[in-house]
Structure formats: structure tokens, C-alpha cells
């Protein structure tokens, strides 16, 4: 018993048989697919159940398989001299095994439908910014009534993370747009002699909107993406669910000190800007326009009026709480694997920009409605 045969094979008319001896379960299994091994029959056998004991499924998917192997996909087989039990077991396994799930029918989406789909995912997400953002300002709420609560460090870090450091590529960029604007206009300016006129354009369009929305912009891809990475690091290594463990709220911890940190830090970012954009345009204006630094401020004290100034630094603190809410909410809601979080990051910086342009409009809707 301890070296069983577990088959023969037998040729009595010419035709190759395979004899099946004993019983074939599952704990004889490493055995019997040991002597499997190397079987090799013609292209038409038979199989003989004559001397079968018993089989189970396991062994019949081994003896399915070895036959395969041993005759090749174009092989033919005639069961014979198997028990009723025997025989429906094999027959089982081998529906199971040869018998290919049929693939479900596809049935092509139509230009309708994607745009029915994808409006429904739109407004799912923009639901979701909404819901987050009342989070956000019943947290805020909180705060005022318990000023306490309030984590100054972190608010404190978050100011510098967003704001400092985001100085000096906020002044590069803002004076390049300035001297882009004062040489485009020029451009134009002195076909007619109004060369002077180009420090109105300049000091109006950059204070109230060209440097908030390009200051705007780079805080979304470089706070936002961070506010993103950072909170959806901590959801992945389960620090969120740590802080909740310990009775903290993760609004008051990690949202709501990057939300006030960002909205206290955009409007300074937008006044560096506003006063690098006019650096700008005054350094291309005296070799390009004769128009000499002093000239430029006399003529910028005269043309620019303060309410511009501060339509541009009323909007900063507007876009400011939008990148952060639509950074914190993906963060805190991105999936836990890698790949969600890289498409949360990239998605987090495309919503803010296409926000903060939507937002620019609605203001200068309303500001023209005002008169302002």
C-alpha cells in the first residue's frame, strides 16, 4: 500500500488502454500526479473504470489535465467501465474545466449616455465640495466659539509651507506676466503716441486680475497638490483613523488649519504680486517706451485707484478657501492605493484651476453689476 499502482496500460485488440486501479482521493493526491508524469497515449484511447474504486474531484481534475497533456488538444477519449458515481464526477470536472465562461455582451455607450454619465459624476463631486465645505465652515464656527481649539503651531507651519515659501516663484512669475503685459501694450500704445497709457492697463489689469488668478493658479498646483498628497498620505498610513481613535477631530486637526493658513496667506501673496507685476512693466517701460521709474509712479498714482486694488485682494481669500476645501476634501476622500492618490493630486490641481477661472467670471459679472 505504501507504493499502490495507480494505472496500466494495456493494449489487448490494438487499441491502447488506460486502466485506472484503486482509489483516487484527495489524500493520495502528490502520488498520484507524481505517476502522471510523463504519460504519454495516442491520439484515440480508451479509459477503463473497470477497476476504479472511487474518485473525487481533485484527482479527476489531475487525470483530466494529464490527458490533455499526454494526447494533446486535437486527442479523443472513450470512457468505458466506470460506476454511475464515477462517471458523474469525471463528467463534471470536465464541463467545468473545458467549458469557457461566455463573456458578457458589450453593448457600445452612446454619445448621449457618456454625457449622461459624466454629468452625473460632475454633479456627484460638486455635491461632494459642497457637503465639504459646510464641514468646513461649521468647523470654522467651532473655532469662533472656542478659540482654543485653534492649533497655532500648525497654523503657523502651514503659513510658512504656503505662503514664504511661495514668495519668491510668486514675484518671478508676476513680474515676467508685468513685463509680458506693458511690451504687449506698448506694442500698440505707440502706434498712436499713448505710450503713457500703458501704466493704466498695466496697474488696472494686473491688480485686479492678472495677479490674482496667476497667483491663484500656482497656489493651486503647488498648496493644493501638497494639501492632497499630505492628507491622503496620512489616510493611507491610517494616521486619519488614528486621530479619530483618540477622540480628535480630523477637520479641526489637519483641515482646518491648512484652510486658514491659505486663506491668510493668498491675499499677501497677491499684493507681492501686484507690486512685482508693476516692477515688471516698469522695467520694460523706459527702454521701450521712454518712460522714465519716476514718470511710471506719477502716472500709476494718478491712473490706479485703490478700489482696484482691493476687488483683486477681495477675490485671494475667496479662491483661497475654494483650493483649499476641493485639496482637503480629496485628500481626505482619496482611495487607498497609490495610484488613487496620484490621480487625486493631478485631478486636485485641474479642479481648482477650472474653479478659480469660474469664480474670476462670477466676479466680474457682479463687480460690473455693481459698478465697481
Known amino acids: 500500500m505504501s507504493n499502490p499502482t495507480w494505472f496500466e496500460i494495456e493494449a489487448p485488440d490494438g487499441r491502447t488502454s488506460l486502466k485506472l486501479i484503486g482509489a483516487w482521493r484527495l489524500q493520495r493526491l502528490a502520488e498520484i500526479e507524481a505517476a502522471l508524469l510523463g504519460l504519454v ?24 489535465r494529464a490527458l490533455h497533456r ?60 459642497l457637503n465639504f465645505l459646510g464641514a468646513t465652515m461649521a468647523a470654522i464656527g467651532e473655532l469662533l466659539r472656542s478659540p482654543g481649539r485653534l492649533r497655532q503651531r500648525e497654523l503657523t507651519v502651514q503659513i510658512e509651507q504656503a505662503g514664504l515659501a511661495a514668495i ?59 494639501f492632497t498628497a499630505q492628507l491622503g498620505s496620512m489616510r493611507l498610513t491610517e494616521e486619519t483613523d488614528a486621530i479619530r481613535t483618540l477622540g480628535l477631530s480630523p477637520m479641526q486637526v489637519l483641515v482646518l488649519p491648512r484652510v486658514l493658513a491659505l486663506m491668510i496667506s493668498l491675499p499677501l501673496l497677491v499684493f507681492v504680486g501686484d507690486v512685482m507685476s508693476m516692477v515688471g512693466a516698469m ?50 476622500t ?14 486636485t490641481v485641474v479642479q481648482s484651476i477650472v474653479a478659480v477661472i469660474l469664480l474670476d467670471a462670477v466676479f466680474a459679472v457682479f463687480l460690473q453689476a455693481l459698478d465697481l
Open 168 to 226: 519668491p516663484v510668486v514675484a518671478l512669475v508676476t513680474m515676467l506676466i508685468g513685463v509680458v503685459i506693458a511690451y504687449l501694450l506698448g506694442l500698440q500704445a505707440e502706434k498712436y503716441g499713448a505710450n503713457i497709457f500703458v501704466v493704466d492697463g498695466v496697474g488696472i489689469g494686473a491688480t485686479r486680475e492678472f495677479a490674482p488668478i496667476i497667483v491663484a493658479v500656482i497656489v493651486a498646483g503647488r498648496s493644493g497638490a501638497a
Open 283 to 332: 522695467a520694460i517701460a523706459g527702454p521701450m517706451l521712454d518712460i522714465a521709474p519716476p514718470a511710471f509712479l506719477a502716472r500709476l498714482r494718478e491712473a490706479l485707484d485703490a478700489r482696484h486694488v482691493f476687488v483683486g485682494l477681495v477675490k485671494a481669500p475667496v479662491f483661497a478657501l475654494v483650493i483649499a476645501v476641493i485639496g482637503a476634501r480629496m485628500g481626505m
Open 41 to 64: 497515449l495516442p491520439p484515440v484511447a480508451q479509459v477503463d473504470g473497470n477497476t476504479l474504486a472511487e474518485i473525487d474531484s481533485a484527482s479527476a481534475l489531475v487525470l483530466l
Open 70 to 129: 499526454a494526447q494533446g488538444p486535437a486527442g479523443s477519449l472513450n470512457w468505458v467501465g466506470f460506476s454511475a458515481v464515477n462517471a458523474r464526477i469525471i463528467e463534471r470536472v470536465q464541463v467545468h474545466l473545458y467549458t469557457a465562461p461566455s463573456a458578457p455582451a458589450t453593448r457600445r455607450e452612446t454619445l448621449l449616455a457618456h454625457l449622461g454619465r459624466q454629468a452625473s459624476l460632475l454633479a456627484g463631486l460638486l455635491v461632494g465640495h
Open 334 to 347: 482619496v482611495g487607498r492605493d497609490t495610484r488613487a492618490l496620484g490621480a487625486a493630486t493631478t485631478s
